[in-house]
């Protein structure tokens, strides 16, 4: 069995919002497994809004912009947002690069959110 | 007759299966490598990135209904600097130009962001593709590191 290069923990509130702390990889690899994970959480939670935390990411190419896109418009298509808080540098750089400032709110991580 | 070391330029083969599970080994074994010419954090990871999208492409595009070989080639330059061949030998690609343009992508899904070649020329100094349908592709990338004096 082949070990997954990347992980995850979450935090849901009452008020609809789920919180996604994301590590490790995302690359085409890691992005098969973690979009059915994802995708689970989202449609048994179905948060209002969706945040996902990056700054444990430690390399993402565009594998993990296309994951990205994808929940933000599963989330849309479910009547809620999709915020990225606190890229990295590394991050920050391929999300500047695809222009992903128009289609998420990005952020660093909310007062009282652990980073 | 000894050969002069000196004049040899120092160079890495690697041939993986076009297996997604060998996109991070690609990765850590060219980042390894490129370390010889003393790059910085920020060049290194553009490297990284750079290979993961070449290797990538090969996976999902070059083979992808069948298996294959990926052959990189890494070497170090005199001026300073690396130059990275990714090759495959896949169903190649009909209309390079096209496939360069950011976000074209032919995913029906709307999984993935048609960004890997933009990715690969923002974050290398120089990308050149050569494709021939039915026989492969090759991806060179180039990239001028080291710390300033």
Redesign the interface.
Known sequence: MIRSNYGFETSVTDDGLLCVYLYGEIDHHGAVGLREDLDKLIMRERPRRLVLNLSRIEFMDSAGLGLLMGRGRLMRELGGVTVLAAPNPRVMKILHLAGMERFFEIEDAPKGERI | MREDRSKRDNCMRLCLPAL??N??VA?AAVAAFCSLCDPTV?EL?DI??AV??AV?NC??HAYRETSGDIYITVRLLREGGVRISIRDRGCGIEDVGRALEPLFTT?AG???????F??ME?FMDRLAVYSRPGRGTLVVLTKHVGREG
Do not use: F, H, L, Y
């Open positions: 997604s599970e996109e991070g990765r920020t990871a990284k990135c993961s999208e990538t996976i999902v995913d709307g999984e993935r962001s048609g960004m890997g933009t990715v923002n």
